[in-house]
């Protein structure tokens, strides 16, 4: 691949559907609703790895919500097509069991001379997966989304229907992992982003990341709902893939900073470091235990 990808590595529930529509503001970036290439090796593992959104606020038969529309909608925009065309590509790719790395080359050929934003925080489940980017990419860019443990802990717990002690444990081994496959990562090709800082003041944040990006700033990057950022779903009806309460706003809300100071949770020791080495200074748990 001539122009390797750009990888925004987060958690999930950091904000990463806003920081990616607002990078699809910009005419240098092609930045679709999240992918999940880089887990698979083929086609056909994607197709049988993912289906239906496995949030808990979703019904298990809800097919409108899916977690393949990602590419599906990347690929409607791409080719100018709808969903019955985009799917039959789809179709074909994993009737040949097209190679990954091949589904990256016909993305990225298709936006150029745009240059593909991969946001999918599914990413930092495992280790490996980032370490495949390092191995496919070797000019791949990455960007650290990362956000206060309060409010994603809180939004995991009521969105996915999990308990607060398994919401904390995937901010913890999601920001853990990252954390560490950063360390082997030039810091010329990363750059971390804080999601407070990105609401709360998103102008400055916009021009850095324009600068390590090596692009120009463009103001309409500030303006997320405003033009085409593929926030639709495949169809009418549809909901958009990512995170569809995305929608329920009509500007960035700086408010969104702060929603973690009306929560009180303990946090492990172990939790507590790396909210350390993010900046966020939380008391250390009095004896929370994990499940395993």
């Given at each position: 691949?001539?122009?390797?990808?750009?990888?925004?590595?987060?958690?999930?529930?950091?904000?990463?559907?806003?920081?990616?529509?607002?990078?699809?503001?910009?005419?240098?970036?092609?930045?679709?609703?999240?992918?999940?290439?880089?887990?698979?090796?083929?086609?056909r593992?994607?197709?049988?790895?993912?289906?239906?959104?496995?949030?808990?606020?979703?019904?298990?038969?809800?097919h409108?919500?899916?977690?393949r529309?990602?590419?599906?909608?990347?690929?409607?925009?791409?080719?100018?097509?709808?969903?019955?065309?985009?799917?039959?590509?789809?179709?074909?790719?994993?009737?040949?069991?097209?190679?990954?790395?091949?589904?990256?080359?016909?993305?990225?050929?298709?936006?150029?001379?745009?240059?593909?934003v991969?946001?999918?925080?599914?990413?930092?489940?495992?280790?490996?997966?980032?370490?495949?980017?390092?191995?496919?990419?070797?000019?791949?860019?990455?960007?650290?989304?990362?956000?206060?443990?309060?409010?994603?802990?809180?939004?995991?717990?009521?969105?996915?229907?999990?308990?607060?002690?398994?919401?904390?444990?995937?901010?913890?081994?999601?920001?853990?992992?990252?954390?560490?496959?950063?360390e082997?990562?030039?810091?010329?090709?990363?750059?971390?982003?804080?999601?407070?800082?990105?609401?709360q003041?998103?102008?400055?944040?916009?021009?850095?990341?324009?600068?390590f990006?090596?692009?120009?700033?463009?103001?309409?990057?500030?303006?997320?709902?405003?033009?085409?950022?593929?926030i639709?779903?495949?169809?009418?009806?549809c909901?958009?893939?990512?995170?569809?309460?995305?929608?329920?706003?009509?500007r960035?809300?700086?408010?969104?900073?702060?929603?973690?100071?009306?929560?009180?949770?303990?946090?492990?020791e172990?939790?507590?470091?790396?909210?350390?080495?993010?900046?966020?200074?939380?008391?250390?748990?009095?004896?929370?235990?994990?499940?395993?």
């Amino acid at each position: 691949m001539k122009i390797d990808p750009i990888f925004i590595l987060c958690s999930p529930r950091s904000g990463s559907t806003l920081l990616r529509v607002m990078l699809a503001g910009h005419p240098g970036l092609f930045s679709p609703p999240e992918i999940h290439l880089l887990s698979y090796k083929t086609m056909r593992d994607w197709n049988a790895a993912l289906g239906p959104c496995p949030w808990g606020s979703c019904p298990k038969d809800n097919h409108d919500c899916d977690q393949r529309h990602g590419l599906q909608r990347a690929l409607m925009e791409l080719k100018q097509v709808d969903d019955k065309a985009s799917q039959q590509i789809i179709d074909a790719m994993i009737d040949r069991d097209e190679p990954i790395p091949q589904v990256y080359e016909m993305l990225a050929s298709l936006a150029a001379p745009r240059r593909l934003v991969d946001k999918s925080p599914s990413y930092s489940a495992d280790g490996e997966v980032m370490e495949r980017a390092r191995r496919l990419f070797p000019g791949a860019l990455y960007i650290y989304l990362y956000r206060h443990p309060y409010a994603v802990i809180e939004s995991i717990a009521r969105i996915e229907s999990q308990s607060i002690s398994k919401a904390e444990l995937k901010w913890r081994t999601r920001n853990a992992n990252i954390l560490k496959f950063l360390e082997a990562i030039e810091r010329n090709r990363q750059i971390h982003v804080a999601y407070e800082t990105l609401v709360q003041d998103p102008e400055p944040v916009m021009h850095s990341l324009c600068s390590f990006l090596g692009i120009e700033f463009d103001s309409a990057m500030l303006n997320p709902y405003e033009g085409n950022r593929m926030i639709d779903g495949v169809r009418p009806g549809c909901r958009p893939p990512g995170d569809w309460n995305f929608q329920a706003y009509q500007r960035i809300d700086q408010t969104r900073a702060d929603v973690w100071r009306g929560l009180d949770m303990p946090l492990t020791e172990e939790t507590q470091s790396i909210s350390r080495v993010l900046g966020y200074d939380i008391p250390v748990a009095s004896g929370l235990a994990l499940e395993k």
